[in-house]
T-cell receptor, first 117, second 112 residues
């Protein structure tokens, strides 16, 4: 079974702090994704990565950066947390080989609920 | 226009009824279509995928795709209270390194 884990289920930080959210997958997937989910707004893509050290901006990259130094790990960084970054953050992974196949699937981690005070 | 639009809901149906969830997408080059289910406080899980026009059935779930109308739907037959969740429609264009475009979701409640 694919397993995507996230470092924390709940996190409380103060405005201006630097925040690291970690995601690890154990299926040797090339693609990894960071989303945030807010009521009424659905899932919005922040950044994704298709290989080590490679990244692409999603729809809402402002205020965020990412790091992918190892294939299994994808980190989301909030350089200076703000209250409007309070949200549920979801990490996902998928295999490049399956992208064009009927078996394509993105597997999600359990999520990190971040509160910025 | 948003990439993927879903009927806003919330949708409420009695136990045993058919629940119909709808989704339209804007990009004609879209190739693959997915329905994810998300229980409250949990992460999304894939329940159906469809690639060709027509119907695809899996147990009580049927996905329907009409590429000419840029429309995909999910029917849940014999709805159960355990089907109460938010259903997310997602679209893959086939050329964007596995990126999916998600709708905002439709909240379904099945009452006993």
């Amino acid at each position: 079974d694919v397993k995507v884990t996230q470092s924390s289920r709940y996190l409380v930080k103060r405005t201006g702090e630097k925040v690291f959210l970690e995601c690890v997958q154990d299926m040797d997937h090339e693609n990894m994704f960071w989303y945030r989910q807010d009521p009424g707004l659905g899932l919005r893509l922040i950044y994704f990565s298709y290989d080590v050290k490679m990244k692409e901006k999603g729809d809402i990259p402002e205020g965020y950066s990412v790091s992918r130094e190892k294939k299994e790990r994808f980190s989301l960084i909030l350089e200076s947390a703000s209250t409007n970054q309070t949200s549920m953050y979801l990490c996902a992974s998928s295999s490049t080989l399956s992208v064009a196949s009927p078996n394509y699937e993105q597997f999600f981690g359990p999520g990190t609920r971040l509160t910025v005070l | 226009q948003k990439e993927v639009e879903q009927n806003s809901g919330p949708l409420s149906v009695p136990e045993g009824a058919i629940a119909s969830l709808n989704c339209t997408y804007s990009d004609r080059v879209s190739q693959s279509f997915f329905w994810y289910r998300q229980y409250s406080g949990k992460s999304p899980e894939l329940i159906m995928s469809i690639y060709s026009n027509g119907d695809k059935e899996d147990g009580r779930f049927t996905a329907q795709l009409n590429k000419a109308s840029q429309y995909v739907s999910l029917l849940i037959r014999d709805s159960q209270p355990s089907d109460s969740a938010t259903y997310l429609c997602a679209v893959h264009r086939g050329s964007t390194l596995g990126r999916l475009y998600f709708g905002r979701g439709t909240q379904l409640t099945v009452w006993p």
